[in-house]
């Protein structure tokens, strides 16, 4: 079955550090990735997302991740957090052969320490 | 452009009830799809439903079911509620193509009492 694994589940950080959220999925094939972020009472939104090309991939606010294909992850990255990115951040796939079905991460809630 | 619109975004209902959830996809985007946000399982995809057809199904039970309008609109409808139902049902809308990204609603937060 197809699943995604988010490693942590709580982070904390304090501001200016940097923060490394991993993500792996458990398939070999053709896949989409993706990044999301859910601030406080607010929905669910694109930080960034890979199709193909570049394995390094910008998304907004910062953001940016790095696809391995041999390791099957898709890790995100900001050289330097801010109080305001607290939320909660989800990594998603499609897993191409099964159709446009995105597979969540259980998430993982980041603080940032003022 | 308008976002992803979803009505009602609060619902208590009883158990045993049935219920129906709205979803309005951004202008031109012919996929929606469905999925069930808990604390306890996380975010599970229910179906999507791309030009009025069913394209994909999650591992739920078949009290909950959905339809699409040719407007592109779609509804969710859980009949005979259990307690474990309560949860934020999320809408999503994209183009639907292989390369495309899904926007989210805020969601509906159902209650089943």
């Known amino acids: 079955a197809q699943s995604v694994s988010q490693h942590n589940h709580h982070v904390i950080l304090s501001e200016a550090a940097s923060l490394e959220l991993g993500c792996n999925y458990s398939y070999g094939g053709t896949v989409n990735l993706f990044w999301y972020v859910q601030y406080p009472g607010q929905h669910l939104q694109l930080l960034l997302k890979y199709f193909s090309g570049d394995p390094l991939v910008k998304g907004i606010k910062g953001f940016e991740a790095e696809f391995i294909k041999s390791k099957f992850s898709f890790n995100l990255r900001k050289p330097s957090v801010q109080w305001s990115d607290t939320a909660e951040y989800f990594c998603a796939v499609i897993f191409l052969e099964y159709g446009n079905k995105l597979v969540f991460g259980a998430g993982t809630i980041l603080r940032v320490k003022s | 452009k308008a976002g992803v619109t979803q009505t009602p975004r609060y619902l208590i209902k009883t158990r045993g009830q049935q219920v129906t959830l709205s979803c309005s996809p951004i202008?031109?985007?012919?996929?929606v799809s469905w999925y069930q946000q808990t604390p306890g399982q996380g975010l599970q995809f229910l179906f999507e439903?791309?030009?009025?057809?069913?394209?994909n199904k999650g591992n739920f039970p078949g009290r909950f079911s959905g339809r699409q309008f040719s407007n592109s609109r779609s509804e969710m409808n859980v009949s005979t509620l259990e307690l474990g139902d309560s949860a934020l049902y999320l809408c999503?809308?994209?183009?639907?193509?292989?390369?495309?990204?899904?926007?989210f609603g805020q969601g509906t937060r159902l209650t089943v009492v």
């Open positions: 439903y791309f030009s009025e057809t069913q394209r």
């Open positions: 202008s031109g985007h012919r996929s």
């Open positions: 999503a809308s994209s183009s639907g193509d292989t390369v495309s990204e899904a926007f």
